[in-house]
T-cell receptor
Framework: GNSVTQMEGPVTLSEEAFLTINCTYTATGYPSLFWYVQYPGEGLQLLLKATKADDKGSNKGFEATYRKETTSFHLEKGSVQVSDSAVYFC??????????????FGKGTHLIIQP | NAGVTQTPKFQVLKTGQSMTLQCAQDMNHNSMYWYRQDPGMGLRLIYYSASEGTTDKGEVPNGYNVSRLNKREFSLRLESAAPSQTSVYFCATLLGGSTDTQYFGPGTRLTVL
């Protein structure tokens, strides 16, 4: 079956540091890939997505590139802010939207940004 | 538009009690999902509904029932709550077809004592 593996935290960085959160996946076919963010006490919000190899998703200064050859979708940001403190989930869907299997999620990475 | 709404936001139950978690959407999406979120486990699918009147089991359906009586609403029922069902429950929707982005509600935090 499908699976997503991401680095577990917490990850603690200083403001303006460079961020990388690693995500790798296993899928039987050609999935769509997502990063969702969950701020304290809230639900999940879509941060970015990519649907085919070499696509780059980007939003709010975050980027991730769909690497089929390494089955990875690492999340990066050049300069993090305190407001980026949240839990980040890598996820995949196969078929589109997930169908009866829903989205397959990683366990989440808790990011803490210190002033 | 409210998007995806869930009620209640918080609930405390005693073992053996029953309750229904409600989810409603005004996005005119076809598919709806219930997930549970546990520490260190990510989100796991409980049930899925592709359309009104149809439901399918997900990864962790035991102890739950669902109902999709119309396009807008998808409810999750715990008939006899157990401490293992202490979790945060999220409802999500998907337009369907070739679209691939699910939209999530704010969640219900359930504690079973």
């Amino acid at each position: 079956g499908n699976s997503v593996t991401q680095m577990e935290g917490p990850v603690t960085l200083s403001e303006e540091a460079f961020l990388t959160i690693n995500c790798t996946y296993t899928a039987t076919g050609y999935p769509s890939l997502f990063w969702y963010v969950q701020y304290p006490g809230e639900g999940l919000q879509l941060l970015l997505k990519a649907t085919k190899a070499d696509d780059k998703g980007s939003n709010k200064g975050f980027e991730a590139t769909y690497r089929k050859e390494t089955t990875s979708f690492h999340l990066e940001k050049g300069s993090v802010q305190v407001s980026d403190s949240a839990v980040y989930f890598c996820a995949l869907s196969e078929p589109p939207g997930g169908g009866a299997d829903g989205l397959t999620f990683g366990k989440g990475t808790h990011l803490i940004i210190q002033p | 538009n409210a998007g995806v709404t869930q009620t209640p936001k918080f609930q405390v139950l005693k073992t053996g009690q029953s309750m229904t978690l409600q989810c409603a959407q005004d996005m005119n999406h076809n598919s709806m999902y219930w997930y549970r979120q546990d520490p260190g486990m990510g989100l796991r699918l409980i049930y899925y509904s592709a359309s009104e009147g149809t439901t399918d089991k997900g990864e962790v359906p035991n102890g739950y029932n669902v109902s999709r009586l119309n396009k807008r609403e998808f409810s999750l029922r715990l008939e006899s709550a157990a401490p293992s069902q202490t979790s945060v429950y999220f409802c999500a929707t998907l337009l369907g077809g070739s679209t691939d982005t699910q939209y999530f509600g704010p969640g219900t935090r359930l504690t079973v004592l």
